[in-house]
């Protein structure tokens, strides 16, 4: 190919930095992948094997090169995930150099994806703010100002922004505010008349009883649901959770990262955000886990350690986490993991770390193997929140003439995921009563050998089963509801 180079001659992290100094817009982990195009464009390559040793190679040249990898670490993933998923395929014997160019060029196609993914996220997370809300964030996370910007531009036909709406900022005290993309936010929200106070960290107790909602953008989404964000984003969602106020993450879903934290010691960095020292200097921590030259599986490591207040990261676990907006929907933080590792298994719902998933030896289920993944019906409701990764494996779960009657979505709230089903009129009412009771006396995930599917009753202590039965109900029709209201006496 024209243009290329030696191995030795391209700079990865040189290229890596200089992407994100060229375009603001761009996120670490899409200039990871970005730089690992160009390195794979710029140096030869003549088999399958050669390309995916050269792409590993530069993966770790990059991640040794960045104080903190876990974002990039993302994208250098999902590129070789992307990458051997192709390579693999029967296609894949024909010519080698037109083989790689594809590639290379898809690549660069999946970039300009992944740009665009910020403002589709924002088009469907502009529906959690609603007029008279408070709004708390931090940071300068560009698509969370992208999602404020489009909320303060939502106009019902008058040309003008109709949802009114406050914003707390909380801004670090030895930031230059001209030169942070956090001031870029603050002024964009103040040109669209949207009022905006700034705070200091040490105020978000202070202000907690006037937010309706806090707002965050994440470095990664780790496996288990929690985020790894700007340091004092965890204390953030600790007195959110204390205070009884939804805590959102907004991401991308290219900021999904093979990483299972345990604690703040245990994300794979030096950060040395807790320094002892005496009269005589630094006093070295012998208490932290393990050693600095080692690395469970799936850490990402580097020699270099994190300087600067900006620049440090904190992991928030996801049981301080009401839900993740990405462009493919609304994640719960325990339905994250199915996400993550789609298509291993039908996953049917995920809570506290424990998936309840479909046994593979059901022959009703390998029956319909074929059906392809469809969306999940959504509504202009902010508490609605598409989840696809669980359409398919629900109505796997369904006899072929049951799929065609019933439409399913999922309602976001707190730590749980509730299937609420739109029925139509022609469903048998004995089924649905029976369904109806299970709601009622609060069951577990059930399994109906006449109709083949299940249902997940929320456990919540404060929130009585009538609230629920009640919100689920308001899916029928009209005529349905009124012959429910005669067999259970009334209720709601």
Same mark, same amino acid.
């Given at each position: 190919m024209p243009g290329q180079t030696t191995p030795d001659a391209f700079d990865v992290v040189a290229t890596y930095h200089r992407l994100l100094a060229e375009d603001p817009d761009l996120t670490m982990p899409v200039a990871a992948i970005e730089s690992l195009i160009f390195g794979l464009a710029n140096t030869p390559s003549t088999t399958v094997s050669e390309t995916l040793d050269r792409v590993s190679k530069l993966t770790a040249q990059l991640k040794a090169g960045i104080a903190n990898p876990i974002s990039l670490s993302a994208g250098t993933d999902l590129f070789q995930q992307y990458l051997i998923s192709n390579l693999q395929r029967p296609s894949a014997r024909g010519d080698f150099d037109q083989i790689r160019t594809h590639l290379v060029q898809n690549g660069r196609l999946f970039v300009e994806r992944a740009k665009a993914a910020r403002e589709t996220i924002a088009s469907f997370g502009k529906h959690f703010i609603r007029d008279g809300n408070t709004v708390l964030t931090n940071g300068g996370s560009r698509v969370v100002g992208a999602l *404020?910007? =489009?909320?303060? /531009? !939502? @106009? =019902?036909? @008058? $040309?003008? $922004? !109709?949802?009114?709406?406050? +914003?707390?900022?909380?801004?670090?005290?030895n930031s230059n505010k001209t030169d942070t993309e956090a001031a870029a936010n603050i002024a964009a929200l103040r040109d669209r008349d949207i009022p905006v106070a700034e705070i200091l960290p040490t105020a978000i107790a202070y202000c907690m009883d006037t937010v309706t909602s806090c707002f965050v953008g994440a470095e990664g989404v780790v496996e288990n649901g929690g985020i790894v964000s700007r340091l004092g984003t965890y204390q953030m969602a600790v007195l959110a959770k204390a205070a009884g106020k939804p805590f959102y +993450? +907004? !991401? /991308? @879903?290219? &900021?999904?990262?093979? *990483?299972?934290? *345990? $604690?703040?010691?245990? *994300?794979?960095? /030096?950060?040395?955000?807790?320094?002892? &020292?005496? &009269?005589?200097?630094?006093? &070295?921590?012998? =208490?932290?886990?393990?050693?600095? $030259? /080692?690395?469970?599986?799936?850490?990402? @490591? !580097?020699?270099?350690?994190?300087?600067g207040s900006e620049s440090k990261v904190d992991y928030t676990p996801p049981a301080k986490i009401s839900g993740i907006i990405t462009e493919g929907g609304v994640l719960l933080p325990s339905a994250f993991v199915a996400s993550l590792h789609a298509g291993s298994d039908l996953h049917l719902f995920c809570k506290a770390g424990r998936v309840h998933s479909f046994d593979s030896d059901n022959p009703q289920i390998n029956q319909h193997q074929e059906l392809k993944q469809r969306p999940l019906v959504s509504t202009n409701d902010p508490t609605m929140a598409t989840t696809p990764v669980f359409a398919k494996s629900r109505l796997l779960a369904l006899p072929a003439e049951l799929r065609q009657q019933i439409y399913e979505y999922s309602l976001v709230q707190s730590d749980e995921i509730v299937v609420r089903l739109a029925i139509r009129r022609y469903w048998r009412p004995p089924a649905l009563l029976q369904t109806c009771r299970e709601i009622r006396h609060e069951a577990t995930p059930t399994y109906y050998a006449d109709n083949t599917f299940y249902i997940y009753a929320p456990q919540h202590a404060g929130c009585p089963s009538a609230y629920w039965l009640w919100d689920w109900l308001r899916c029928l029709p009209e005529s349905t509801r009124t012959w429910l209201r005669t067999l259970q006496g009334g209720e709601r």
């Open positions: *404020l910007r =489009n909320a303060a /531009e !939502s @106009s =019902n036909g @008058s $040309g003008r $922004g !109709s949802i009114r709406f406050r +914003v707390i900022y909380v801004t670090s005290p +993450v +907004v !991401s /991308e @879903s290219h &900021k999904f990262v093979r *990483l299972y934290p *345990l $604690g703040q010691d245990d *994300l794979g960095i /030096e950060q040395d955000v807790v320094q002892f &020292k005496t &009269k005589r200097g630094v006093v &070295k921590d012998e =208490n932290k886990h393990g050693d600095a $030259g /080692e690395t469970t599986a799936g850490q990402v @490591s !580097s020699g270099a350690v994190v300087k």
